[in-house]
């Protein structure tokens, strides 16, 4: 009796002295860093690549950018609502886990009609998000535009030898 009251205090114990270290953001979402890196934060127009996986309290995922096969990349903007997670980003930098809630009333809010049965009133959705990649804007137009001529050349290439190793004779025409 007397070690099982012990750990039960223990327990108790630990247990009050474990901080929650979440952050509220003005929208209303709950963020904690989960794990934090020194750096930069992310700031308004950044364009960001991270991978996220979108779930119910209960685990059930709705949404998986691993399932999906690569990472998603977007431009950060003003929040419009609590769960375009804009609210929560300017918390992270780059490399950083986070896990944030965001209450499905909030979301939900002015168009209840939308609400699936399987997100009650009074519950969150979760998001487990990994920064992978901050840039500014110009910096992944750089990107995107590089990635776009390497693939021009190398369908120039295909096209050259397809027509070289089939002795097709090609015109330009007006």
Known sequence: KFALITLLFLTAGICAN???NSV???KGALVKVVKANPGD????NDVITFDV???TEKDSVLFSSYMLGHPLKIQVQPCQNVGDLMDALPLLTVKDSAYIKVP???I??????QRPAFLKKGSWLVF????????????????KNAANEKVKASETADRDNYIASHKLITKTTP
């Open 18 to 20: 474990a901080q929650d």
């Open 24 to 26: 509220k953001t003005p």
């Open 41 to 44: 934060k992310i700031k308004l």
């Open 53 to 55: 996986v979108q779930k």
């Open 104 to 106: 499905t009333d909030s």
């Open 108 to 113: 939900f809010k002015e168009h209840e009609e």
């Open 128 to 143: 487990d998000v990994k920064i992978d990649k901050i840039q500014s804007l110009q910096e992944a137009m750089d990107e």
